[in-house]
């Protein structure tokens, strides 16, 4: 089975001292050669337009870096840094405000630990990662009992972090062992069904493995358009499936428990009650069967390796993770060309995640030109992260206990999303979602524009005012609380409106700005004649980050 495969792996890796077990059949740190780089980006424009799709925002020092060792190198590097943690991080905050006798750390701890690490965080194409991840393999802390457990939350969030770049099997595998998702989708402590039948096997994480993370409702070609049977789609699967699935999930509990010192559990991983568990032969996805008699590691083994082998996975995961980074309507196209990476990363290895990224990045359709019809709306927490990170942002001091506060502690009401919060778990968004309109009618999918109401483009408005025009180093009375916009490039060229408006286009908006909105701005900061610099820089920066064209990734 593909698990006892991966495990051999393990071991070898474990006694060659390399970090992952895919490494072994692709190992991207060995890729570099000693020859000049033949694919620089042209210009800062191109550079930053990558970064914008890649990262959580582009800096100055990030596009120099990249237009001096190529996109190649850039990726070989991003695949090979650890990543930046966030549990340990929380652990560590915990047992300080214990011992000085306040409460224990919170989710609001765990967004000013997230936020932190995507305004600063070195590993920044793997975060991105996890966070398009963790809007495919969704839990929520809005569940009542994952409210309560934000260091297991924290956990879940380094286990999408550190598989980012591995296979998506072994992902698939943590993410169904882990508590937190057992919690959310129910299958932690799911029990078989007792002899009088009253009781039956909970069906939510077989339902949601099916539809959610691995294969979707119907069959697909690699280019994911759907196939058909007398003119219909054909269904994936039937009740009966997911029936004989929720069996395979049951006897789910906890391992032995690791105790922090607030005397809440947290436990890495669930383990079996073999008695709870469903022994009966079952037939599953396509028909086929897992044997009768085996224990549950085995049979979740079987299950899981039979979704992943299944057709629809490579274009089912493929196209999210296109439209989580370059495009919310990649063309046909596009996906086949990722889905093949999905199958056979050149190595003859399935479900390669980095070869997977590198093609959604280094295809044409995302280095090309952009189209009338390309790209992107930026999710609107990367919005803000990309203003923070052009601006080179001061950040908070740590306070006593360590914590970093980035003073966005619920940006659900502000933003309509916030890193494993959403409402549901379909995500903050569908990917088929379609704007009523102008995008509904050319057949284009806007994900994206879901979250968007008039409540919420209010609240962001607000934000980006705060962060921006109220966050800036050189206040008289600087917050304390929130990070704080280096604006000085801008207050230098305040003499030149023409200037002023051409360094806000490279930073925020990596050279895309149209002539109109260049003239508008540069229109404006005439109008500013007798303002102070600090004042036309932070004006010009509050204004394009309200902008439309802001808003849209090209």
Same mark, same amino acid.
Do not use: K
């Given at each position: 089975m593909y698990r006892t495969f991966l495990l051999g792996l393990v071991v070898c890796a474990g006694l060659l *001292? %390399? @970090?992952? &077990?895919?490494?072994? /059949?692709?190992? =991207?740190?060995?890729?570099?050669?000693?020859?000049a780089p033949t694919d620089l980006p042209a210009n800062d424009a191109e550079a930053a337009r990558f970064l914008t799709q890649a990262t959580y925002g582009p800096t100055?020092? #990030?596009? &120099? @870096? /990249? @237009?001096?060792? +190529? $996109?190649? #190198?850039? /990726?070989?590097? #991003?695949?090979?840094k650890p990543a930046t943690a966030a549990r340990p991080y929380m652990e560590a905050v915990n047992e300080a405000r214990l011992a000085d006798g306040q409460s224990g750390v919170s989710h609001n701890n765990r967004l000013d630990r997230w936020f932190h690490t995507a305004a600063t965080g070195g590993d920044q194409l793997r975060q991105r990662a996890a966070f398009a991840l963790s809007q495919i393999l969704v839990i929520s802390d809005q569940n009542s009992t994952l409210g309560g457990e934000p260091i297991q939350v924290s956990e879940y969030w380094d286990i999408l972090a550190r598989n980012a770049f591995g296979n998506y099997r072994e992902l698939l595998d943590q993410v169904t062992w882990n508590p937190s998702m057992g919690k959310y989708l129910s299958h932690f402590r799911n029990r078989k069904a007792s002899a009088d039948g009253l009781r039956q096997p909970d069906e939510n994480y077989a339902r949601e493995v099916m539809q959610l993370f691995t294969v979707g409702l119907i069959e697909r070609n690699n280019d994911f358009t759907p196939i058909l049977n007398g003119g219909q789609p054909? =269904?994936?699967y039937n009740q009966s499936v997911v029936t004989e699935y929720a069996k395979v999930f049951t006897g789910f509990n906890y391992n032995n428990a690791t105790t922090i010192s607030n005397g809440t559990n947290t436990y890495l991983r669930m383990k079996c009650i073999e008695s709870e568990h469903d022994t009966t032969l079952k037939t599953v996805i396509g028909g086929s069967t897992?044997? &009768? +008699?085996?224990?549950? =590691?085995?049979?979740?083994?079987?299950?899981?390796?039979?979704?992943f082998a299944h057709p629809n996975i490579a274009p089912f995961v493929s196209r999210q993770l296109i439209q989580r980074f370059t495009s919310s309507s990649p063309s046909s196209a596009y996906i086949q060309r990722v889905a093949q990476k999905f199958l056979d990363n050149g190595f003859g290895e399935r479900g390669d995640l980095s070869a997977v990224i590198r093609q959604v990045l280094m295809d044409p359709e995302a280095r090309n030109a952009p189209t009338a019809n390309g790209g992107k709306p930026r999710e609107p927490m990367l919005r803000l992260t990309a203003m923070w990170r052009a601006w080179d942002a001061q950040m908070p001091a740590a306070d006593t206990y360590g914590n970093i506060a980035m003073g966005m502690n619920n940006p659900s009401g502000t933003f309509g999303q916030r890193p494993?919060?959403?409402?549901? %778990?379909f995500n903050f968004f569908e990917p088929d979602y379609q704007q009523p309109g102008a995008i509904?009618?050319? *057949?284009?999918?806007? =994900? #994206?524009?879901?979250?968007?109401?008039?409540?919420? /483009?209010?609240?962001?408005? !607000?934000?980006? $005012?705060? $962060?921006?025009? !109220?966050s800036y180093v050189g206040m008289s009375s600087p917050p304390s609380n929130r990070p704080l916009l280096n604006l000085a490039p801008l207050v230098a060229l305040a003499s030149d409106p023409t200037a002023m408006v051409a360094e806000v286009n490279r930073r925020m908006m990596y050279g895309s700005m149209t002539t109109n909105m260049q003239n508008v701005l540069r229109n404006m900061l005439i109008f500013m004649d007798g303002a102070s610099a600090i004042d036309k820089a932070r004006t010009v920066v509050y204004v394009t980050a309200l902008s439309p064209e802001y808003a849209v990734q090209r």
């Open positions: *001292g %390399v @970090r992952d &077990a895919h490494a072994l /059949l692709h190992d =991207p740190i060995f890729g570099a050669s000693f020859e100055v020092a #990030e596009i &120099a @870096r /990249l @237009r001096a060792i +190529g $996109y190649s #190198e850039w /990726l070989r590097q #991003e695949f090979n054909i =269904p994936t897992i044997p &009768a +008699g085996q224990d549950c =590691p085995s049979d979740v083994d079987d299950g899981l390796d039979l979704l494993l919060g959403a409402d549901t %778990v509904a009618d050319a *057949g284009l999918y806007s =994900p #994206e524009f879901q979250t968007l109401n008039e409540s919420t /483009l209010t609240s962001m408005s !607000n934000s980006y $005012y705060t $962060y921006s025009w !109220n």
